[in-house]
């Protein structure tokens, strides 16, 4: 069965400071994944997907099959990365697959 | 373009009432969700649906209903309300084609159930 961790509730850094939202996963299959950002009073929006391995407001996500994990990092947090963060896998094939959640992380930069 | 709009918007419901959240998209994509929110437990699927005409069962099901009777609308009914469905509910879709997998949230909908 497709399982989706992310380890942390809450993360809080410095404005500045190196980040790192951490997400593990279980499936069989070959996986797809993403990360959701939640901003204050915005929609859910993707963020970025491991597919597209582009970098996104600073953000980077390097799938590691070996250690089934699917980091989200940024060099240098800024006070308005503040969101709560998703991260999500894909199941099923090309045109049935769904979504998976994270319980996702609470990431808040101080300044 | 609205893209995904959600109606009630917040409502604070009795227990035992009859409720039905609306979606509706103008993006005419095939594939919708429902998922609620909650502190600690992230999104969950509720239902889902492929196609018009079609839908199925996520994650936690029980207590909800939906329909697809076309493309656009795809409505959530709780039967009989109940205090654990408290939440946030999101409705979604996702592109066709391009099939990137990426969803497309609705703004949510408050639900509290006294």
């Known amino acids: 069965a497709q399982r989706v961790t992310q380890p942390e509730k809450l993360l809080s850094v410095f404005k500045g400071a190196p980040v790192e939202l951490k997400c593990n996963y279980s499936y069989s299959g070959s996986p797809e994944l993403f990360w959701y950002v939640q901003y204050s009073r915005q929609r859910l929006q993707l963020l970025l997907r491991?597919?597209s391995r582009e970098s996104i407001k600073g953000f980077t996500a390097d799938l590691n099959k070996g250690e089934t994990s699917f980091h989200l990092k940024k060099p240098f947090a800024q006070e308005e990365d503040s969101a709560m963060y998703y991260c999500a896998l894909k199941s099923g094939g090309s045109t049935l697959g769904r979504l998976y959640f994270g319980r996702g992380t609470q990431l808040t930069v101080w300044p | 373009i609205a893209g995904i709009t959600q109606a009630p918007t917040s409502q604070i419901l009795a227990a035992g009432r009859r409720m039905t959240l609306r979606c509706t998209q103008d993006m005419r994509h095939n594939a919708m969700y429902w998922y609620r929110q909650d502190l600690g437990l992230g999104l969950r699927l509720i239902h889902y649906?492929?196609?018009?005409?079609?839908?199925g069962k996520g994650e936690v099901p029980d207590g909800y209903s939906v329909s697809r009777a076309n493309t656009d609308d795809f409505p959530l009914t709780l039967a009989s309300a109940v205090p654990s469905q408290t939440s946030v509910y999101f409705c979604a879709s996702r592109r066709d084609s391009p099939n990137t997998g990426e969803l497309f949230f609705g703004e949510g909908s408050r639900l509290t159930v006294l």
């Open positions: 649906s492929n196609t018009a005409g079609t839908t």
């Open positions: 491991h597919i």
